[in-house]
């Protein structure tokens, strides 16, 4: 997991500085790289039928809800401090809760929906909605997170036939597919340089998403969860160093909201399963 953040934030970071490249050239960067990174794992005897699945109609709409986020975050990074999409991309955790009632018939409880209450109080504190100082680009964190909610929830759906890599694979590729059609809006031509960093994009995010479903699968949750929270660390220190940008007291205090709300969410989630284990031991 700590890897994971690290290379998310490193990803991050990219995106932010990419500024003066449009912004479908970015995602060609992000999907392409991703679709090389994946060649290199998928297994030995798939390479003849690596892109097989019975499952094209799911993969579609978590390509599609994948596409929705990534576009919004990356203008989220390129058009708001750093620290505060990372603070407001914490809450995607919140819409998964409420996702899952009405597409899993999963039931929630009341600590579940205290925990949702205070996470939107938490993004209230940090977007401080006004008539007055309307920032239009505070809509689009929240976009992502709602989008990356739905993401998860057609993971943990795909996951139980489909591994890691053909799930991240496809969704590469479908970036990959949509950024040709910026093409005719114009690309920038790219020093040397600033290609070897935007190729960048594209392995450290797919390098990320495998390491994030690795961490899932061989680690307890409840220890690997809380490490995701060190990217508001590297974001503060990243975005002072950098864009001499300093996170205000309302995005740390909304951030916290947020964070404690998502550990009560993850808190949650694992004693339920610990007590759907049991019974089933018992029975």
């Known amino acids: 997991m700590f890897m994971s953040i690290c290379a998310f934030s490193l990803m991050d970071l990219i995106v932010k500085w990419s500024v003066d490249y449009p912004l479908g050239q970015v995602l ?6 991703g679709i ?5 794992v998928i297994p030995r005897e798939r390479l003849h039928n690596f892109y097989e699945t019975k499952r094209p109609g799911l993969h579609f709409l978590r390509c ?17 401090p750093l620290a505060t999409v990372v603070s407001i991309s914490f809450a995607a955790p919140i819409f998964t809760t409420i996702f899952s009632i009405f597409l899993l018939n999963e039931k929630v409880g009341i600590f579940r929906w205290l925990a949702v209450i205070v996470g939107f109080i938490g993004i209230i504190v940090i977007t401080e909605p006004g008539i007055s100082e309307l920032n239009i680009y505070y809509i689009f964190p929240i976009i992502f997170c709602l989008g990356l909610s739905y993401v998860a929830i057609t993971i943990r759906q795909l996951s139980s036939t489909e591994p890691p890599w053909l799930i991240s694979f496809y969704f590469s ?3 990959t597919l949509l950024s040709f059609l910026t093409i005719p809006q114009g690309w ?11 190729s960048l994009i594209g392995i450290f995010g797919g ?14 949750v409840s220890l690997v969860t809380p490490l995701k929270y060190l990217a ?23 951030s916290i909201l947020v964070i404690i709300s998502t550990l009560i969410i993850f808190r949650r989630e694992i004693y339920k399963k610990k007590v759907i284990t049991s019974k089933t031991i018992n029975d």
């Open 173 to 175: 590729l479908s970036i």
């Open 207 to 220: 390098v990320a998403n495998l390491w994030l479903s690795l961490s899932y699968k061989y680690s307890e």
């Open 188 to 198: 920038v031509m790219p020093s040397l340089n600033h290609l070897m960093l935007l």
């Open 64 to 80: 599609f809800s994948g596409l929705i986020a990534l576009i919004a975050i990356f203008i989220a990074l390129r058009k708001l």
């Open 232 to 254: 508001l660390v590297f974001a503060i220190i990243f975005g002072y160093l950098i864009w001499e940008e300093i996170p205000t007291i309302k995005t740390l205090v909304g």
């Open 28 to 33: 060609f960067f992000r999907g392409f790289f």
């Open 36 to 40: 090389v990174f994946y060649f290199f």
